[in-house]
C-alpha cells in the first residue's frame, strides 16, 4: 500500500475558534497560531482562519465541485493539490487573510497581514508553502501557510 504525503491527523486535532466559526488544527500548529496571532493582534494586525484541517473527502468534495464546474484537472491541480495530497490533511496548513480582502486571493500579498507574516511567521514556526515559481508547480498562493516543528 502506497503511503500518502499527507496522512490525515484526526487524533491530535483540537478546535480553534476565529470569526464565530471552529477550525480544527494539530495541537501544536495551534498552540502556534495563538501565539503568532496574539503577537500579530498586539501590532495592530488582524489575522483572519480561512480554513485549516481538511479532511482527504473533503479535498475529493472540492476537486469533485470544481469539475462540475467545468475546470479541467490540469486547472483544478494548478491551485488544489490532489486528495491525500494537500498539507491540510496534516492539520499543519492555514490558510489566513485580514480585513478589506478576499480569502484565498493573490491581492492578499498587498495587505499589511501579509507582510507582517513574512516578516514573523518563521518565528513561530509558520513557512509559506507556495511562493511564486514553487518547486511543486501550485499557484502562488500568499495566504497558505505551513508549520513545520521548531
Given at each position: ?10 487524533q ?5 475558534w ?30 483572519r482562519?480561512?480554513?485549516?484541517f ?38 499543519r ?30 518565528v ?20 497558505h ?6
Amino acid at each position: 500500500m502506497t503511503r500518502l504525503p499527507f496522512v490525515e491527523e484526526e487524533q491530535s486535532l483540537v478546535p480553534i475558534w476565529d470569526s464565530d466559526r471552529e477550525f480544527l488544527m494539530h495541537l501544536k500548529t495551534a498552540e502556534a497560531w495563538n501565539c503568532m496571532n496574539a503577537r500579530a493582534s498586539s501590532e495592530g494586525i488582524n489575522l483572519r482562519i480561512v480554513s485549516a484541517f481538511r479532511s482527504v473527502a473533503q479535498q475529493e468534495g472540492i476537486i469533485e465541485r470544481k469539475r462540475r464546474k467545468g475546470l479541467s484537472d490540469a486547472d483544478i491541480f494548478r491551485v488544489n493539490a490532489p486528495a491525500g495530497f494537500s498539507e491540510h490533511h496534516s492539520g499543519r496548513a492555514i490558510d489566513i487573510t485580514t480585513d478589506g480582502y478576499l480569502p484565498l486571493e493573490e491581492e492578499f500579498e498587498d495587505s499589511k497581514a501579509f507582510h507582517w507574516l513574512n516578516e514573523n511567521a518563521k518565528v513561530f514556526g509558520f513557512a509559506l508553502s507556495y511562493p511564486r515559481n514553487n518547486q511543486f508547480g501550485i499557484a502562488y498562493e500568499p495566504w497558505h501557510w505551513l508549520y513545520k516543528e521548531k
